[in-house]
């Protein structure tokens, strides 16, 4: 349930409760009134036809002498004293009453009694109460809405909150709450959330670029030497010495080329270059450059489901997209599942999308749900890469508009999949 009807409920509940409280209380504190408006009454009704009784003989004021409806409890009152007791029993006409009684003379003379009848009262009470009923019942009808509209202003507040702390989990670190949230008159609790978040950005913000900076600074200064090292190698004797060399220092070119990619990704400072291209041609041609053992298929597009698929990359849809950067990112992939997967390494285009799947032991369960980490592989042989491949992969589609997930096969091996925008 939103938290708007959540709180709607709540003001509706409290507001019946208070209702239901403040009615209770006045039909209690009016049924009392009544009943010791009706005892006074009885009171005063018993002594002037008590005055009337001894001076002519007669009743006055309805006055009965020895009732047989007379309560049990006034049948045989003290002498001169008068008294009074509610009668709940309803005869006919008569309701709830109200009897008052006094001995005419000594003991075993006849009781003088007065019957007060209750019921107009008590109907005027019943009016009351449907009188209270209804309009509680239009009070709750006119503040539910308001209610609603009050908890739609706090909910679309804490929505907004919301909405941007997802944005900055997805790597938004521009995104904020705006300041006629975050700097409001009249703070409240969510305002002082939505601040916090915005401050929390700033900070995330401010450490993610000095990261990001650092690590271009260093990619930058280790390029220049490590050219010089490449170079120098040539000057070494042949031998297995200068293969081993050569290698490392290739490898560490690698790294600082990797370096500068991803700062240049993070730093939002590239631009795809599109042009029109067969899908299938550009991805055989990325994994030919790894000179890696891959099978590659082509299928037809799932439009076609029933047709038989082809093996080659002679044929499947033009899309218009950077074929450099798709390259890249493909190559990756692919040398990513050799180094931690196990063969066959496959790679499927069906219209505009891109399988890569290994046979091995899958992504891990940290990678599926956190994402690649750099510097981070998950893997503990030694020469397994730096962990930059999928960072770069997922970069550079982002660039291309392009989405990549990563996600394991049910009978097992990683699967990564590269759907093309249209």
């Known amino acids: 349930m939103p938290l708007r009807w959540k709180i709607a409920a709540l003001a509706a509940a409290a507001a019946c ?15 009392m009134d009544v009943r010791s408006r009706a005892e006074g009454e009885a009171t005063n009704t018993v002594y002037s036809a008590m005055d009337v009784y001894r001076r002519t003989g007669t009743l ?39 009897w008052g009684a006094q001995r005419v003379g000594g003991a075993g003379s006849p009781v003088l009694a ?16 449907a009188s209270m009923a209804v309009a509680s019942l239009l009070s709750l009808a006119a503040a539910l809405p308001l209610a609603v509209y009050g908890a739609g202003l706090v909910a679309r507040r804490l929505r907004r909150v919301a909405e941007t702390a997802a944005r900055i989990s997805a790597g938004d670190l521009d995104a904020r709450t705006g300041p006629a949230l975050a700097h409001a008159r009249g703070r409240d609790e969510v305002t002082d959330i939505a601040a916090t978040v915005d401050l929390m950005a700033d900070s995330l913000g401010r450490r993610l670029r000095i990261e990001r900076q650092f690590t271009a600074d260093v990619a930058h200064e280790l390029r220049t030497p490590v050219g010089g090292l490449l170079a120098a190698t040539d000057l070494l004797p042949p031998g297995e010495t200068e293969d081993l060399l050569r290698a490392r220092v ?56 029933h047709a038989p698929a082809v093996e080659t990359a002679e044929t499947a849809e033009t899309v218009e997209t950077d074929p450099r950067r798709l390259e ?9 599942a050799h180094r931690h997967g196990r063969t066959p390494v496959r790679v499927t285009v069906e219209g505009r999308t891109v399988v890569v ?51 394991n096969a049910p009978d097992g091996g990683a699967v990564a999949t590269l759907r093309l925008p249209r």
């Open 60 to 98: 006055a004021g309805g006055a009965e002498l020895d009732p047989a409806e007379l309560p049990t409890a006034l049948r045989h009152p003290a002498d001169g004293d008068r008294r009074v007791a509610y009668d709940g029993r309803v005869e006919g006409n008569l309701g709830p009453s109200v």
């Open 357 to 407: 799947r290994d046979h091995g032991p899958g992504f891990p369960a940290d990678l599926l749900l956190d994402g690649p980490r750099r510097f981070r592989t998950g893997a503990t042989e030694r020469g397994a890469g730096h962990g930059l491949g999928l960072t770069i992969a997922l970069g550079q589609a982002r660039v291309l508009g392009a989405e990549l997930r990563l996600d």
């Open 114 to 129: 007065v019957r007060i009848n209750m019921s107009p009262q008590l109907h005027d009470l019943r009016r009351l109460d």
């Open 17 to 31: 409760l208070v209702a239901l409280t403040v009615g209770v209380l006045v039909h209690v504190w009016t049924a």
């Open 328 to 336: 890249r990112i493909v190559g990756n992939l692919v040398i990513n």
């Open 250 to 305: 290739r490898d560490l070119r690698g790294l600082v080329e990797d370096l500068l990619e991803i700062s240049r990704l993070d730093a939002g400072a590239e631009a795809p270059v599109r042009a029109r291209v067969p899908l299938a041609a550009v991805v055989a041609e990325a994994v030919a450059r790894t000179g890696l053992d891959t099978e590659v298929s082509v299928a037809e597009a799932p439009d076609a489901p």
